[in-house]
């Protein structure tokens, strides 16, 4: 598919890469973030990432829809050059029966045991789409075939920070208590999303995230250690 | 902490609000900011603020508040709302004008019954931590402006000058003005090719209504239920406050300063920046009216507004000797008259 640029109004232009999920295409999305940024073009505020597109934010007052997209055309067409710089995370995720409310169904309707659930969605390496929904909530992928399951038919009310979720093909953290209709498989003692760090996010799109099964015990240990300050998550850089 | 302003009574829903946290979308964190973003800015020239300063926003039924400060200097931004110094020296001060208020003064906000929302600007702004670069209060996620949340009683907004110079006070001698009947404008997308042609032209053709179940995230509105063609799920992508998004049922949902960054439900149209303000003044139970320009007429509207707004804030101008009287005077002149026009002061 061809690169489609289309404004949104008249504050946002979206550059479309396709229009599924799809690791190629979000490779082209994450490095025409790149490029966009570094160029520092007048009047563009902040661009915002997604699986298959690029919305960039501007100013309306400064520059023109047309002016931007003449400006931004030949850096995205050059783009492909760039490299994106992404973490590999190794995140400790408890999947005990205590915090994975609906791991006896997915394991149910996968027709496998809840060990094997874990393992499979523990023994991957997953790639950050995007970052939506909720303050720091990672969209990742891809899940095993046999863990895809649309959403819950009725979505819970209140679902707990941390709690780790699968949805289709893909997995993310709550990264605060909201609303939500995925399926509740873990949950993460680690705080993903912090407003008063100056990187507020942990997790960003074009890294790599494992998840590290821990026990109960393990989790509390790790609570009091993120509570307290004390707790650093391990990363590695990714060679690109 | 400073002595500021203390919450008598909380109102509906008053938060700290300013022109909202950029550069963190792509985190998922949304903007937030002012609905109205044009009554806070003028409400803040007024008492010598930059435009963007933090204000209270106030949404359907105004606060009471006591000047815990020496003094203050505010102003209220918004179409019909005042301001009502109660107990002894009752008065009322109409929106557009500036009023210095002693320590142990009592006040109310009005929000005009028709306007969803007005301004509270406060000279020197509040003494508050920015959060992310702003202090727009985010309620969902709990954080920005006071503690992360709307306003409750006996909450002690800390305000960074405690005792304010005597100088005139100002007003707007050119009001803004306000038509709540005038289409709001939009320009198509992104995804209007997922609608049938008859649902795009009852887009524009009939009206719609703004139902009870609104807030600072969006509007739901009813009116012409509108068909997909294709799929009603998308793979999400990137949202801009005054995106349309229409789920599945068939009605729209208008996104508002606190929409969520991504979204999966095709978006028909995007409300152009210049009305973003006039749609923030939308309550529920208003009818709206959509008209579909192209982008090149959009910011040529939107420089215009800009234009208009700036000179708007040149003719701000001393208060009269007795203001009280005059003002008032001139204020109902003005309210009558534009009522007639189906417009509000």
């Known amino acids: 598919m061809s690169i489609r640029i289309y404004p949104s109004g008249d504050t946002a232009i979206v550059i479309e890469f396709g229009n599924q999920i799809d690791r190629a295409l979000s490779d082209r999305v994450l490095k025409a973030a790149v490029v966009i940024q570094a160029a ?23 520059v023109s829809a047309s002016d931007l997209e003449a400006r931004m055309r030949p850096l995205i067409e050059t783009g492909d050059d760039n490299a994106v710089d992404g973490r590999k995370w190794f995140l400790p995720v408890c999947y005990e029966a205590d915090k994975s409310p609906d791991l006896d169904d997915v394991a149910k309707r996968a027709g496998i045991t809840t060990e094997e659930v874990v393992h499979m969605h523990s023994d991957h390496t997953y790639h950050v789409y995007m970052t939506g929904f909720l303050p720091g909530y990672p969209y990742m992928g891809d899940v095993p075939d046999v863990l895809c399951f649309p959403r819950r038919e009725i979505p819970r009310v209140r679902v707990p920070k941390g709690a780790v979720a699968i949805a289709t093909t893909l997995t993310a953290v709550y990264t605060i208590e909201s609303p939500g209709g995925w399926h509740l498989i873990g949950s993460t003692p680690v705080q993903l999303f912090d407003y008063t760090a100056p990187q507020p996010a942990i997790l960003a799109a074009g890294d790599q995230v494992v998840f590290t099964p821990i026990s109960l015990s393990e989790f509390d240990a790790i609570e009091a250690n993120v509570a307290s300050g004390a707790y650093t998550l391990d990363y590695k850089a990714i060679e690109s | ?62 606060p009471e508040l006591e000047v815990l400060a020496d003094s203050v200097r505010v102003a209220v931004g918004g179409f019909g709302a005042s301001l009502n110094v109660l107990g002894d020296d009752a008065a009322t001060i109409p929106a557009w004008q500036s009023t210095k208020l002693r320590k142990g003064q009592t006040f109310r906000i009005t929000v005009a019954g028709t306007v969803l929302c007005c301004y509270l600007a406060v000279e020197s702004g509040f ?50 003005q306000y038509s709540p009947q005038a289409p709001i404008r939009v320009t198509w997308g992104l995804q209007q090719d997922y609608f049938t042609d008859a649902s795009l032209k009852r887009f524009v053709s009939e009206p719609f209504t703004i139902h009870a179940d609104a807030d600072r995230m969006g509007f739901r509105i009813f009116g012409p239920s509108l068909e997909h063609q294709n799929d009603y799920d998308i793979v999400s ?109």
Request: some cysteine; charged content about 20%; hydrophobic content about 35%.
């Open chain 2, 1 to 62: 902490m400073t002595e500021g302003l203390k919450i008598l009574l909380p109102g509906v829903h008053t938060t700290v609000q300013d022109f909202g946290r950029f550069g963190y979308q792509g985190l998922g964190v949304p903007v937030s900011g002012a609905l109205d973003t044009e009554s806070l800015r003028l409400a803040n020239g007024l008492v010598g603020n930059p435009p963007d300063m933090a204000g209270l926003e106030i949404l359907h039924h105004g």
């Open chain 2, 127 to 176: 003494d508050l931590e920015p959060c992310l670069g702003s202090l727009s209060t985010y309620t969902r996620a709990g954080f920005g402006g006071y503690r992360g949340r709307i306003l409750r009683a006996g909450d002690n907004i800390p305000i960074k000058v405690t005792d304010v110079e005597d100088r005139d006070d100002l007003y707007l001698s050119s009001a803004p």
């Open chain 1, 40 to 62: 520092g073009l007048s009047g563009v505020i902040e661009t915002v990432p997604t699986f298959r597109s690029l919305m960039v934010h501007y100013d309306p007052l400064t």
């Open chain 2, 237 to 345: 992508d990137g949202i801009a406050t005054g995106a349309i998004q229409v789920p599945g049922n068939g009605h729209p949902i208008v996104l508002l300063s606190d929409h969520q960054t991504t979204g999966g439900y095709p978006k028909i149209a995007t409300v152009i920046s210049a009305d973003l303000p006039a749609l923030g003044r939308r309550k529920p139970g208003n009818e709206i009216r959509f008209a579909v320009i192209e982008v090149e007429q959009a910011e040529d509207i939107r420089r215009d507004r800009e234009a208009s707004l700036q000179n708007i804030e040149k003719r701000m101008e001393p208060v009269p000797n007795s203001p009280q009287i005059d003002l008032q005077q001139l204020y109902k002149a003005n309210l009558i008259s534009g009522v007639v026009k189906d417009e509000v002061d």
